[in-house]
């Protein structure tokens, strides 16, 4: 049996995120406080689907630059040097045997329909491949964020990434496995005042 799992990661713990009406919220300098349009998001926490309920606190990446991030404590880091625990999401695929997946894909979306593109907010996301903890190596994971919406701007996983992401690392893209970890980071910056409510969709095929 197939099943997918989303975590919320923090440095040192994950959280799995209970996708039947809770989420990731990204907010200003602190829980709850707005982002000024055309800015980006300072924290992010897991809170409910309407962003009203506080939860923990997860590693936030603030878009800084095509090519970088910030990381808390204002550390800016070429994003092929963030390593895959201090991602904000970490994608989980088990299967009861050992399979491999391909057409690994993420959207973000306006909640109605898979197609469409979220309103009224802008969501770049890329994906991490760098399993070491040290900035001062790079990983093998996206050099550029990505403006992703609906069916126009999709991101495209890794194949097989394996257990914690270790095969995505090593380029076998074939791997067998009864799990499959891909890690994300995802910044978020209002195109107008008023809180923004989206999602985010994730598919995949195995064999």
């Keep these: 049996m197939a099943e997918v799992n989303f975590y919320a990661l923090n440095v040192g713990s994950d959280f799995n995120i209970n996708t039947n009406g809770s989420g990731i919220g990204f907010f200003g300098n602190g829980w709850g406080r707005s982002i000024a349009v055309s800015e980006w998001n300072e924290t992010t926490w897991i809170t409910d689907s309407q962003g009203v309920t506080q939860g923990s606190q997860i590693n936030n990446v603030k878009y800084a630059h095509p090519n970088s991030g910030i990381l808390a404590g204002n550390n800016c880091v ?20 050992a399979v491999q997946v391909q057409n690994a894909q993420v959207r973000i979306y306006d909640r109605v329909n898979i197609n469409n593109n979220p309103s009224g907010v802008t969501m770049y996301t890329c994906e991490v491949v760098h399993p070491s903890t040290l900035q001062t190596e790079m990983g093998s994971g996206d050099t550029t964020w990505l403006d992703t919406f609906g069916s126009g701007s999709i991101l495209n996983l890794v194949s097989s990434p394996g257990l914690s992401g270790l095969w995505a690392a090593s380029g076998d893209s074939t791997h067998s496995s009864d799990s499959h970890d891909w890690f994300l980071n995802l910044t978020a910056s209002p195109d107008s005042v008023g809180s923004k409510l989206f999602a985010l969709q994730f598919s995949c095929e195995y064999l």
């Design 78 to 97: 070429n994003l092929t040097g963030i390593p895959n625990y201090q991602a904000t999401l970490n994608i989980r695929f088990t299967h009861d045997t």
